[in-house]
């Protein structure tokens, strides 16, 4: 993709390159994030200019759709089959009829000398720099709740020993973090579907070009595909519905399935599975005869892995060499279902416990959304609410390290006494001189207070250090409007102190941006 980006926005590509090429562009997003959709709009309009001739309007898939991305992405779709095929339709394949399974899975009369569990351990000593094929096995040492007893949300910090593990880590990075299905859940898996977790089996591809994947060991136990592999607390898609009613034997079950997925059965399945969130494993334990019936070899074409999960680093190795710490909210809601919602990675992280014996967490590294100046005199603005701070913990802690004394952050929480993350640290900092903390306590008063009203009191500060000192600015965090608003309060300030008119800051912004003077980074 980068190439290919790099290669259609060549200022030198004459401007009717495309004109014999039909195209169509669909976009994958989600109207949360301030660029939505950035790439498929931008590649559109290039393609137009360069005088391609678009088959249909741009699609832009959104994840927020209150029906789901399918919404817009299906009836698109229909269009461009009908512009695509023409007078002449290619036969589709009769419903109902299963496709071939990827793979085949060779169940073993005896359990092997080693077993998957060993392999995973040796496979997970890396040779090279820590990667998705080769994480570390981390010990976790610190698995602590740090918000308040009456606060809403289990927040924990999270501590891993990192010494000797060939991780290499710098503020603004990323740790990957490969969870676990809870052991009550692929039991429960095992049952439905009548698996023994205890047996082995090896993994053969049906097709040459379609490699095993690389995660799982060979020979491998039903236990250890399903509990590190098979993802089966997401939230289905429809091709699972898809390809569950070619599997089933039972009629009833497989007239609904096939209504599902069906493009009339759109609304049902949203309302049946999509908006409630109802897992994989709650489907199949809505239809035991289908589940009981899947065979085994289309277990990797019905469920997706597990990805893992990316979480801001929240310590410097610069300070503390042997630690890598993280910040954790515990993802955790309710729908119209009974069971509440759980995240998948901050439950099983939670569950963790390191007082109770060893424990090892496959990890590795990546580089993040933020970087941070070098030189020693830039000073540095932090926009962190909530565990927004996370990534500036990390920064600040390496900054101080390395001489940088000029680190403002601005955090915000609901109370001092419930989720002001390192308080004491923070306070111990400002002693020194190496930091200033400016705090908006949300709820300790009837009117909201939030970070970018205190930015806002702040203002001239702000600009003096942006404008006169060649401040860089951050903003990261998780609130859904939060990012948007600290974004508007800096507007006003570029062009309230600044004296600059709306254009002019619009610009202004642009450039800090251009220039990775802002930075933000931001979670749904
Ligand atoms: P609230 O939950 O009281 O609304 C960390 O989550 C902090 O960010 C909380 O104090 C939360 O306040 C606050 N927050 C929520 N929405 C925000 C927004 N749009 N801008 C800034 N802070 C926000």
Not at 118 to 146: F, H, I, K, Y
Not at 235 to 245: D, G, I, K, M
Not at 432 to 444: K, M
Request: hydrophobic share 40%.
């Amino acid at each position: 993709m980068k190439n290919f980006w790099r290669f259609i926005f060549r200022r030198s590509l004459p401007a009717a390159s495309l004109c014999h090429m039909d195209f169509a562009v669909l976009g994958l997003g989600d109207s949360s994030y301030a660029r939505f959709n950035f790439v498929a709009k931008k590649l559109y309009r290039r393609l137009l200019q360069l005088g391609g001739s678009a088959l249909l309007p741009v699609c832009l898939g959104d994840d927020q759709h209150e029906l789901g991305p399918d919404a817009t992405i299906d009836p698109w779709l229909h269009n461009l089959w009908e512009k695509v095929l023409g007078p002449q339709p290619v036969p589709l394949d009769p419903p109902g009829v299963p496709w071939p399974s990827k793979f085949t899975l060779q169940f073993l009369q005896e359990a092997p000398r080693t077993c998957s569990e060993e392999l995973r351990v040796a496979r997970t000593d890396p040779q090279g720099p820590p990667s998705e094929l080769q994480p570390v096995l981390a010990p976790m040492v610190t698995n602590r709740r740090v918000t308040g007893p009456s606060h809403f949300q289990d927040v924990r910090l999270i501590e891993f020993d990192v010494a000797g593990s060939g991780l290499s880590f710098a503020a603004g990075d990323v740790v990957l973090i490969q969870p676990e299905n809870a052991a009550s859940h692929i039991r429960q898996f095992c049952q439905v579907l009548g698996l023994e977790p205890d047996q082995h089996f090896t993994l053969q591809p049906q097709e040459p070009d379609v490699p095993c994947p690389k995660q799982l060991p060979q020979p491998c136990s039903v236990r250890c595909l399903v509990s590190q592999y098979l993802d089966i607390t997401s939230v289905p898609r429809r091709s699972f519905f898809e390809l569950l009613a070619c599997l089933s034997p039972h009629e009833r079950e497989r007239e609904k399935l096939l209504e599902f997925s069906s493009a009339q059965g759109h609304e049902e399945l949203h309302s049946y599975c999509t908006r409630p969130r109802r897992t994989i494993l709650e489907v199949l334990c809505d239809f035991p005869h289908t589940a009981g019936a899947i065979p085994p070899d289309y277990l990797l074409d019905l469920i997706p892995p597990i990805r893992p999960r990316a979480f801001s680093v929240a310590s410097s190795q610069l300070a503390h060499p042997s630690r890598l710490q993280i910040l954790v909210a515990v993802v955790q809601y309710q729908t119209c279902l009974k069971e509440p919602r759980r995240g998948l990675c901050s439950s099983w992280l939670a569950s963790l416990d390191p007082g109770q014996g060893p424990v090892r967490v496959p990890l590795w590294v990546q580089p993040g959304g933020l970087t941070f100046p070098q030189m020693p005199d830039i000073p540095v603005i932090m926009v962190g609410p909530g565990t927004g701070v996370a990534p500036f913990r990390a920064a600040i802690q390496e900054r101080v390290a390395r001489g940088q004394t000029e680190n403002i952050l601005f955090f915000g929480c609901r109370r001092r006494d419930q989720d002001f993350y390192w308080e004491a640290e923070w306070k111990e900092l400002e002693k020194q001189g190496c930091l200033t903390l400016v705090t908006a306590f949300s709820r300790e008063q009837e009117q909201k207070v939030y970070v970018q009203h205190r930015l806002r009191e702040l203002g001239p500060l702000v600009w003096e250090l942006l404008d006169r000192q060649g401040a860089h600015f951050y903003l990261a965090g998780n609130a859904k409007y939060m990012p948007a608003d600290v974004s508007d309060a800096l507007m006003s300030i570029i062009q309230e102190e600044g004296g600059l008119s709306g254009p002019d800051a619009a610009a202004y912004l642009a450039r800090l941006q251009r220039t990775l003077r802002f930075q933000m980074e931001t979670w749904a």
